[in-house]
């Protein structure tokens, strides 16, 4: 394969054209054709006024292209464009109406390859302009991709259609693909960015971004130049990459939910706890809500590499409202690996009932096969907006079930009512939620935090709830921490465990978890907890727990403190024995917000329980360094 030049775009004269970066001009190109509408999820991205090339629409927000395209010495651009741009999505023809025209607002470059996103003021709602597929399968040698770009022709400097041509894959690199072109099939200036495509069942797939070209046959290039091949930026094996980078940020943990909802269990059955994430993406084309599983493996070395599981667009349903969703974990099928199951809110029925569905997600060991609805409320009105999930072995028998925190409302004479209900697991399926207990006092619903746990290490999950008891006359805090304890059939009354007394405890800067963190045989509860803000400006945190002695538990000890600044609002912590050694440990997803380059990072910290305490936390990924 003959030498391939360095990069180059088109310009508005002859000789900025010739400084400037590559850019493909496939087979047809050189012809004039112009490619088919069915490819209108390609872009043309004007850099300024003196330079353009060519992008791939890959979310409804975010079009990816080569980093040259806006590298002026060499480093790749990140945040706001130095220079004004303009991207036009799902016209083939420019000089037709219709399509997006928008301003890009947004440089996320890749760190090691020639790869740009470029986000767009707002999200493209169109449902005839649909981001492509990017592919999880490599180029093969000999495979024909379909290149597509805007950039010049055999006699057009500065074409107003988009152009396709033919190429045949002479080899692949870890990170390249290298492509033979033809007489009719070149790759020329302003063509940089533009996709290789392949077709999978009629449905176009993106296989590689065109970065550089030997340009033979391209106006304005040397006559006896005959070197038609071409360097693509693989981006079949960038899938968590794009995805992370295109999704919403990843989210502030809230007191019931957030962008991203945190689980754990033994998804893959190897005995070491895994984490998972439900989460929210921007709207796709046509408002589809879009949502997806990710999935974090423990592995021996304490090492993450996450995995989209699950993604609604991919494996359906179609629409899939994560903020509708509340998501709990456990092995409710009893084959070793544990599950997903959501409560989905489904609205409103016409005539005021409010409509519940209760879906699987079940383990595979390596993802979680598509949701399948294991109940629906029907015609009973089941009010998604008063409902806590949690997930625990309640009878015993193996498989784990599900229970519901329920807010009743308030009775005639004032009373809070909240109500427990629980779905059992029959192996298969789920019986019909039946009342496991009712308050008769005065209880109420939003003033409960519910987690579930052996706390007496008698082989059934019971409940815990930290409650909160508002303020006493001098302005303290009061919280109760009550038990109820499972006797496989249902749930004794519940016992008060622990009240905060003299000490203020502010229930609503809490966040509670349970697990055997001594590895006795009875769970324990942990709290992770807000302290405020110091005097120099950080933020503190501070980890405790509640050690079960089977009867009850020993007062609150502190097992960490933050010693560098760790704002609790943006924490979302699990509890798993995550290196299998018997011992719960602890997991935090932590939101670090946006970076100055626009993009978002968070990170997971892991607490590994020692017995009697906890090892500082260890930061276990970050998605700043993703790979793929």
Not at 102 to 122: E, F, S, W, Y
Not at 385 to 395: I, K, N, Q, T, V
Not at 610 to 621: A, Q
Request: glycine share 12%; with cysteine.
């Amino acid at each position: 394969m003959s030498a391939i030049p360095s990069r180059l775009l088109w310009g508005t004269t002859v000789a900025a054209a010739l400084a400037t970066v590559v850019a493909t001009a496939p087979a047809t190109a050189l012809n004039g054709s112009q490619a088919p509408a069915q490819l209108n999820f390609v872009a043309k991205i004007n850099v300024g006024e003196q330079s353009a090339c060519t992008g791939t629409l890959v979310a409804p927000q975010w079009v990816l292209t080569a980093s040259t395209c806006f590298s002026s010495d060499g480093a790749p651009s990140a945040g706001k464009p130095a220079v004004a741009t303009t991207v036009t999505v799902g016209r083939v023809d420019l000089t037709q109406a219709g399509g997006s025209v928008q301003q890009a607002v947004d440089l996320v470059p890749h760190p090691n390859r020639d790869l740009t996103l470029v986000q767009l003021a707002k999200a493209i709602t169109d449902p005839a302009i649909r981001p492509v597929r990017v592919s999880t399968t490599p180029a093969a040698q000999g495979e024909e991709l379909t290149k597509a770009g805007f950039g010049r022709t055999k006699t057009e400097w500065v074409p107003k259609k988009l152009h396709t041509g033919v190429f045949s894959v002479a080899s692949t690199t870890d990170t390249s693909v290298n492509l033979t072109g033809s007489d009719t099939a070149t790759v020329c200036k302003g063509d940089a960015g533009g996709p290789a495509l392949r077709t999978v069942n009629g449905t176009p797939e993106l296989v590689g971004v065109s970065s550089r070209s030997g340009q033979a046959g391209c106006l304005g290039t040397d006559p006896a130049n005959v070197n038609t091949s071409a360097l693509d930026t693989r981006v079949d094996d960038l899938g968590p990459w794009i995805t992370m980078a295109t999704g919403a940020r990843w989210g502030q943990a809230a007191e019931r939910a957030a962008a991203s909802q945190e689980l754990s269990g033994d998804f893959d059955g190897d005995g070491k706890t895994d984490t998972a994430l439900l989460h929210t993406y921007s709207p796709a084309a046509g408002g589809v809500r879009h949502a997806a599983l990710w999935k974090f493996t423990s592995t021996a070395a304490g090492t993450y590499n996450p995995v989209r599981a699950w993604d609604n667009l991919v494996a359906g349903p179609t629409s899939w409202d994560a903020e509708r969703s509340k998501a709990v974990a456990g092995d409710f099928n009893g084959d070793g690996k544990a599950d997903i199951a959501i409560l989905y809110n489904n609205g409103q029925n016409t005539d005021g009932t409010f409509r519940t569905t209760l879906w699987t997600f079940l383990s595979n060991g390596t993802g979680f096969d598509a949701p399948v609805v294991k109940w629906s409320s029907g015609t009973s009105s089941w009010n998604w907006d008063r409902l806590e999930p949690f997930a625990g072995d309640f009878d015993g028998d193996g498989k784990a079930d599900i229970g519901v925190l329920y807010d009743i409302g308030t009775a005639a004479d004032g009373r809070g009512v909240t109500r427990l209900w629980t779905f059992t697991s029959n192996g298969d399926s789920f019986n019909a939620p039946a009342v496991k207990w009712t308050s008769t006092t005065s209880w109420s619903w939003d003033r409960s935090l519910p987690v579930p746990g052996d706390f007496n290490g008698d082989g059934k999950t019971d409940v815990a709830i930290l409650y909160n008891n508002g303020q006493s006359a001098d302005g303290r805090s009061q919280t109760r921490l009550w038990t109820l304890s499972s006797n496989g059939a249902g749930f004794t009354a519940p016992v008060e465990q622990w009240f905060s007394g003299t000490t203020s405890w502010d229930w609503t800067r809490s966040k509670p978890f349970a697990g055997d963190y001594n590895g006795d045989g009875k769970a324990d509860v942990g709290v992770l907890y807000d302290i405020g803000t110091a005097s120099d400006g950080s933020g503190v945190t501070r980890l405790w727990t509640f050690t079960s002695n089977g009867d009850g538990f020993a007062a609150p000890a502190v097992k960490w403190t933050s010693s560098f600044s760790w704002a609790w609002g943006r924490s979302l912590p699990v509890p798993g024995d995550f290196n299998g050694d018997g011992k719960t440990d602890l997991h935090v997803l932590y939101d670090y917000g946006q970076r100055p380059d626009n993009s978002y990072r968070a990170g997971m910290w892991r607490f590994t329980s020692t017995g009697s305490t906890f090892t500082n936390p260890l930061l276990i990924w970050d998605s700043s360094n993703i790979t793929p």
